[in-house]
């Protein structure tokens, strides 16, 4: 069972940035693809970013992209995973998850592993 921590969530003004980062640990050195999804008040959860285990390949949701980046650790640092979001909009505004999977395709959308969450809030 792997435990899933989340950070660095908070309060900003639209234009501005924040880094969110996540800590996957499970006592073993297994590879995760790992990603976030996002919950906006009144709406279903929608995936917003994915990386590889090697952290070679991402993917994003078209909402995101060219603003947000996801990356992640290397070596022992593998299972950190960081999202930076630059010119945030009031729509991002939401509660952000961590997640991971053993499954060696980063493009999946359905994952095994959930981190409790972390709250952005992005004021106009």
């Known amino acids: 069972q792997v435990q899933l921590v989340e950070s660095g969530g908070g309060l900003v003004q639209a234009g501005g940035s924040l880094r969110i980062s996540c800590v996957a640990s499970?006592?073993?050195?297994?590879?995760?693809?790992m990603g976030w999804f996002r919950q906006a008040p009144g709406k279903e959860r929608e995936f917003v970013a994915s990386?590889?285990?090697?952290?070679?390949?991402?993917?994003?949701a078209d909402s995101v992209r060219g603003r947000f980046t996801i990356s992640r650790g290397n070596g022992k640092a593998k299972n950190t995973m960081y999202l930076q979001m630059n010119n945030l909009k009031p729509e991002d505004t939401a509660v952000y998850y961590c997640?991971?999977?053993?499954?060696?395709?980063?493009?999946?959308?359905?994952?095994?592993?959930w981190g409790q969450g972390t709250r952005v809030t992005v004021s106009a």
């Open positions: 499970d006592g073993a050195s297994r590879n995760y693809v």
């Open positions: 997640v991971a999977d053993t499954a060696s395709d980063y493009t999946i959308r359905e994952y095994d592993y």
């Open positions: 990386i590889s285990w090697k952290g070679r390949s991402t993917d994003y």
